[in-house]
């Protein structure tokens, strides 16, 4: 029950620059995290309007922090989830508040560290084997290397064991005609969004597709139930004790979703935030020395693997850097289940809320100087529950936190290894704002390390031009 007396939620201050009709749809389009930054002067929250709809954006941490604990009332909903929906069904990330805790508990041990140590071995040797790929002086398209890393990782961890190369392929294609038009179809109106256009018959193609390759591979392996150590065998044995008799496992339908869930959740988050790793290296040649000097410290000449990860400080605080300036998952979407109370204002039940990690994670109270690449902020600190939160909070926290961190640390040790890395050209790089904050399009430098060097600075070769503020956060707000 909420009391009539507190404040309803039209009274929140509307956001500027809104047009009659579309609302903020345009700036929400033309440069999301330029209109984000210019609602940070707002502490608690302010409402935004898409077209006839609004919502309220929480720019609080610790009314963030109260929506994401209560999620039987703020429960996954809203624009981005619809859109997330239409491709994973009610796999774990999308399903309401009703499915949620039976669908956690029986995906969870897929992700018990135990598991993870023969993930970690999984992704030392595929960014090996990524690294080993290229070719001194080659220039590569970052994004797609990693999501070709990711992707490959990510099945061999979810399927044990390579898929065939054109599956692989048309797997990596498919999920980057989807992910690219994820966020487009979210600020697009229903109607508009069921118009036969290219790009929707493209995107519908992609989906069906991905589904039924996914489909494929759980058959086989109903038909084939011995334990594989991987992802899928643990999600096909999962028991819940606590279901009713009959619900006790996953159905095939519900495996299919997860699967998609894990597949899709997992692998572009993490590749992009390895590119934006790298390109933060890249644009930081002190940082990337002393990484390369603690590469070389604990691996001391031997092969990687999972058991180096507790000595692999620098890199962690890196991945967790870049998660801080780069959150993929830049802005999360909930729904009001019923009428509720949350910082003196009262919601009707259908509310839409808005919470942005990157909208917390660049105030300057929150985070000195807060747009400066500094892994050693996180020197002997632990993140903030409540002003950091790459993966979100609560019941509905990222289930493959430890499971990315693994590969991300993993994966940026194997390549700063062996690859010195430098911008290419001298424009600062914007991300491409999309469902996350995708680095598409983002292209480095490689050139081959030379060994027992790990004292000397970077060739001049590799070190790029200085300019003003080059360690500081190329990333500009626009505006
Ligand atoms: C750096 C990489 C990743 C980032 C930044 C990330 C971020 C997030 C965030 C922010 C959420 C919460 C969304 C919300 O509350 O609205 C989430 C949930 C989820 N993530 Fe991740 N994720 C990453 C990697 C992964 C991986 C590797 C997997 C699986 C292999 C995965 C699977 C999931 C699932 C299944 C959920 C839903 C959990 C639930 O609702 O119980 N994610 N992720």
Not at 65 to 82: A, M, S
Request: proline share 8%.
């Amino acid at each position: 029950m909420t009391d009539t007396t507190t404040p309803a939620a039209d009274s929140v201050p509307l956001a500027p620059r809104g047009w009659p009709l579309l609302g903020h749809a345009l700036p929400l389009l033309r440069d999301p995290l330029a209109f984000i930054m210019s609602l940070s002067g707002y502490r608690e929250m302010v409402r935004v309007r898409l077209g006839p709809s609004s919502a309220v954006m929480i720019c609080d941490p610790d009314l963030t922090r109260q929506v994401f604990l209560n999620d039987r009332t703020f429960d996954k909903g809203g624009p981005i989830y619809d859109r997330i929906r239409e491709v994973i069904g009610d796999g774990l990330s999308t399903c309401a508040y009703p499915l949620h805790r039976r669908q956690r508990r029986l995906c969870q041990p897929s992700f018990h560290p135990a598991r993870l140590a023969g993930y970690g071995a999984v992704f030392a040797r595929a960014a090996e084997a990524k690294s080993a790929s290229w070719r001194d002086g080659d220039v590569i398209d970052v994004t797609q290397e990693m999501m070709t890393l990711t992707t490959r990782a990510t099945m061999e961890t979810m399927f044990s064991g390579a898929l065939p190369a054109e599956t692989m392929r048309r797997s990596l294609a498919d999920t980057a005609v989807i992910v690219s038009a994820f966020f487009r179809r979210m600020m697009t109106p229903a109607l508009l969004r069921k118009l036969p256009t290219p790009q929707k018959r493209r995107y519908d193609r992609a989906r069906e597709r991905l589904a039924a390759t996914i489909a494929e591979i759980i058959a086989e392996r109903r038909a084939d139930p011995t334990d594989h150590a991987d992802l899928l065998s643990t999600l096909v044995a999962a028991v819940d004790e606590e279901s009713e008799h009959g619900r006790q496992q996953l159905t095939d339908a519900e495996l299919a979703d997860e699967a998609l869930t894990f597949f899709l959740g997992g692998m572009e988050t993490t590749a992009i935030t390895l590119a934006w790793a790298l390109h933060l290296l890249a644009t930081d040649p002190d940082v990337q020395h002393r990484l390369k000097a603690e590469t070389d410290r604990v691996l001391a000449g031997g092969k990687l693997d999972p058991g180096h990860l507790p000595s692999l400080g620098l890199a962690s605080r890196v991945v967790t850097e870049t998660l801080r300036l780069y959150p993929p998952a830049w802005m999360m979407t909930r729904v009001v289940r019923e009428d509720a109370e949350l910082g003196g204002v009262r919601f009707k039940g259908g509310s839409t809320l808005v919470l942005s990690p990157y909208l917390l994670h660049r105030r300057p109270d929150l985070y000195p100087e807060p747009d400066r690449f500094d892994p050693d902020r996180w020197l002997g600190a632990q993140p903030d529950r409540a002003t950091y939160i790459p993966f979100g909070a609560g019941a509905r926290k990222c289930i493959g936190d430890q499971f990315a961190l693994t590969e991300a640390i993993l994966a940026l040790t194997a390549i700063v290894d062996r690859w010195d890395l430098s911008p290419v050209g001298d424009q600062p790089f914007k991300p491409k704002v999309e469902t996350s904050l995708s680095s598409r399009g983002l292209r480095l430098r490689l050139t081959e390390r030379r060994r027992g060097d790990a004292d000397a600075p970077l060739s001049a070769a590799v070190r790029p031009a200085a300019r003003p503020g080059a360690a500081a956060c190329p990333v500009q707000h626009g505006e």
